[in-house]
């Protein structure tokens, strides 16, 4: 017992860590972005969507250098599994999320895209390096895309795009040397701690570091895009919430995935048969099936954001329950895929269709007038 709480305060202590590291690296980079004069436009779409996803990027490269492949890749699929259903969620039972950008017509479909890329590279049980450095270079090209298009969206577009406070450039280079540097080491003390938590947790309770990566290790890292989302969602900037999602579910395959595959080196990255046969697929339905939830009348409600919640809470309860309940996990297994999913298909069939006939009436109604 004493073990087992020796290593669940390494997790808590490792998140807490992680948390408060990210923020400060964010501060000095931002800090020190404005004192260099970099656009803040372009701070906002890469100095601060990299600091959401330090701790995802720190906890996967540590437990690679730990020898822990199956934590790294798990935490990529759990962060974006979480960052679709609970994060986007979440922020829409706070307040209906409207969708009025180009993240309909291209960031959902470029995160699909991706998302159905990492799949098929892990579907051989290896990422190696050469499919990490094409994903470092989609990231480098995506990038510079987003910075050249995004001054030709929409009016109000804008308001998707992280805001950049002035006042952390008071202080000077000095404080925001300071304040990455610790940063950096806060984020590296954590995620080594939550590793190595991760490790013990999962040898104690006889599960294996994959069902820890993609519930307790991906929630801890998800905290900051949760904690944006909402408090974006209470400000009523619900572009920045949904994009704040979609941003780090692509920088966690790019940046995080890529990274890790590229340092591996000729070994590449395994990947364990339950994450390309259960988990992997399902990161790529969540993101298909955000497109129909987008294309209702351009918002996502409370009521799907709540079915978005309940669908984490049953993904939870089917990694738990053979662990607990072995025998009600088969029958678990057969609601899901009898009764839910047939619902969920049904759903999402409905919305599309609708969609697609609002737009051809909305098109011959534009024709005659």
Known sequence: M???LISILELLAGIGLL???????????VALSLILGIPQLVIGLTVVSLGTSAPELFVSIGSFFKGSDTLAVSNVVGSNIFNVLVVLGSS????????????????????????AAVW????????TWQAGLALLIALTINTAWEIRTVRETPDGMENAEPQINSTYSVGGWPKAIINISIGITLLSIGSNLLVNGAG???????????????TIVSAGTSMPELITSIVAALRGKTDLAIGNVVGSSLLNQLLVLGS??????GNGLDVENILIQRDLPIMVATTLACMPIFWTEGRITRLEGGILLTLYIFYLVDQILPYTIP???NQFRLTIICVILPILIILITNQTINYWFQTRKQKRYDKLS
């Open 92 to 115: 829409a039972l706070i307040l209906p999320l409207q969708v009025e950008s180009r993240l309909v017509r291209r960031d959902v479909p470029l995160l699909l895209a991706v998302s």
């Open 2 to 4: 004493p073990s087992f």
């Open 260 to 265: 890790c595959a590229f340092i591996s080196g």
């Open 327 to 329: 025998t009600f996990h």
């Open 200 to 214: 013990a947790t999962a040898e104690i309770l006889g599960v294996s570091e994959a069902i820890i990566g993609l």
């Open 19 to 29: 948390f408060g590291g990210g923020e400060l690296f964010v501060k000095g980079s």
């Open 120 to 127: 098929g590279m892990a579907s051989t049980g290896n990422v």
